[in-house]
């Protein structure tokens, strides 16, 4: 008799945000690293991109490289306790790092189909920053993975990415959360099929800002999930933000404000009732289906 496969239980919900733009209103490198060494971000990106036009280098392969090699790095170089300490001096939208996580949390606790139902909720990072920096970020304990581009560091340099992560590979991380394979030494391209997969995109909400967080929008809307686009507060609505609504990149748009009651909170938490009350179902249907069959 042949065994039935195995089923993962698929109660578990998973929120994957970016990060610059999304939970911070800059850039973690201008922010960071160019205050500490005086470095003028335009000559920077401008020194980045002829990289990317002159000699072909991908663009996130690009910065990274100047990061180890301007002169100003060789001089000074950066170390992995250089970066964690200049994460003190990352910014963050309104809520990011006064309650947002403690408060959305303790939200899904207090639905009773949630407990009924085992349901639990994970955030994720996946971000074209620094490791080293996301590592020691004031709301770091919230994630249950950060994914962002590292160094091979030696006699404390960094002497070469060991790591990159763009807007088009970002969507390898998703497939690594969905399968439950979070470390790089799993492989993720064997089938597995999606009644053991540990978080169906079905259950992922994807929060992002811009064009680069396309390609993971629409991997996880296609297959079921959710894309919620934001944008800085202080100014109007970006073409591009509104693109991604009307191109059904995101299902909606909102103020980078993490307070509660805003227009963002609010678009979270019914999107979050939205796929528990698709867990729940999913779950009585299981058990009714099991019922049948060993009744019949």
């Given amino acids: 008799m042949l065994k039935e496969p195995k089923k993962a239980a698929q109660n578990i919900i998973a ?28 000559r920077f990106w401008a020194r980045s991109q002829a990289l990317v036009i002159r000699r072909g280098y991908e663009k996130t392969l690009a910065y990274l490289k100047l990061l180890i090699d301007d002169p100003v790095f060789r001089k000074r170089p950066l170390t992995k306790r250089k970066l964690r300490e200049f994460a003190r001096h990352v910014p963050y939208y309104p809520g990011v790092d006064g309650g947002y996580f403690d408060q959305l949390n303790a939200f899904i606790k207090s639905l009773p189909e949630v407990s009924e139902a085992g349901i639990t909720l994970e955030h994720y990072i996946i971000s074209s920053g620094l490791q080293e920096i996301l590592e020691g970020v004031s709301i770091r304990k919230y994630f249950k993975k950060i994914y962002a581009c590292e160094y091979d560091f030696r006699g404390g340099r960094p002497v070469f990415p060991k790591l990159v992560i763009n807007d088009t590979n970002k969507t390898q991380f998703l497939f690594r959360i969905n399968k439950g394979k979070l470390k790089l030494s799993e492989s993720i391209n064997e089938h597995m099929p999606e009644t053991e997969r540990r978080i169906p995109f079905r259950n992922m909400i994807y929060v992002g800002d811009g064009i680069t967080d396309v390609p993971s929008m629409t991997v996880i809307q296609k297959a079921g999930g959710y894309a919620i686009a934001v944008y800085d507060p202080a100014r109007r609505v970006p073409r591009a933000v509104k693109a991604m609504v009307a191109e059904h990149r995101a299902e909606h748009f909102a103020p980078a404000d993490f307070r509660s009651p805003s227009l963002f909170v609010k678009i979270l938490r019914q999107t979050l009732k939205k796929i528990i009350a698709s867990i729940v179902y999913r779950s009585s249907a299981d058990r009714s289906s099991d019922w049948v069959r060993r009744h019949m």
């Fill in 15 to 42: 929120i994957v945000y970016d990060f610059d733009g999304t939970l911070s209103p800059g850039n973690m490198q201008e922010e960071t690293i160019f205050k500490a060494y005086g470095i003028d971000k335009k």
